[in-house]
């Protein structure tokens, strides 16, 4: 379970600040699919890289499965991103002179999975996603959705229980947007948590919950 407690987040600049957040209070059961709402500019993508652990809150708890991980060092919060949670970028987030294959396994080479065990689970999730026939291709080979499978399928091999998205329909067409949140939703129904970020109303269908934030602020 994610609670989040009178969160906020300011960056500074000089003497310029910018409040990004503001006490924000927040609780995201396991299982759930939540979906963030809100503008450009409405601090949506600071909340998901709070909660994926890519950014630290100026002020405020965060608690991740009753463990309180605000004051943690960046190198405990790379060890929960390895291990508890995945992202879906709208840029796909690829490597550009990686095949689809070696980028799916990326996150199997950090948890050091043997070969033979990694070749099994790229192939799986590859069926599953139905970009089998991509694998030995590289990204600037692939059509927009064959590479946002991809990343899909890289985060879904890391075994991560947490699915963080953030506009990962942004790039594609509308047929190819709701195929994604299909298979977004099928992994939510199997157990993963999942948490995206938009402002396409159209995705929003998909939520459990939808969390609407304007000016940095729950409303």
């Known amino acids: 379970m994610i609670e989040l407690k009178d969160i906020s987040k300011i960056y500074k600049n000089g003497e310029q600040e910018t409040v990004a957040l ?6 995201i059961q396991d299982g759930e699919f939540v979906v963030i709402m809100g503008t450009s500019g409405s601090g949506k993508s600071t909340l998901l890289h709070i909660l994926g652990c890519m950014d630290k809150p100026t002020d405020g708890n965060y608690r991740l499965n009753g463990e309180e991980i605000t004051k943690y060092n960046a190198r405990s919060l790379s060890k929960i991103r390895k291990s ?14 990686y095949t689809a294959y070696e980028n799916i396994e ?25 970009i089998e026939s991509q694998l030995n291709k590289l990204p600037k080979e692939m059509s927009g959705g064959q590479q946002q499978r991809v990343a899909l399928a890289r985060a879904l091999v890391s075994g991560a229980d947490i699915i963080l998205a953030d506009e990962p329909t942004g790039a594609l067409d509308h047929a190819t947007s ?17 948490i995206i970020v938009t402002h396409d109303r159209e995705v929003a269908e ?13 409303i």
């Open 106 to 130: 990326l996150p199997l080479l950090h948890r050091r999975i043997p070969a033979r065990q990694r070749k099994k689970m790229i192939k799986e999730t590859a069926r599953q996603l139905g």
């Open 22 to 27: 503001k006490n924000i209070s927040l609780t």
């Open 178 to 194: 709701m195929e994604l949140m299909n298979i977004l939703k099928g992994c939510n129904q199997k157990g993963k948590t999942v």
């Open 206 to 218: 998909f939520a459990d919950r939808v969390i609407n934030i304007k000016d940095g602020m729950i």
């Open 84 to 97: 508890k949670i995945t992202f879906v970028f709208q840029n796909f987030a690829l490597m550009d002179k």
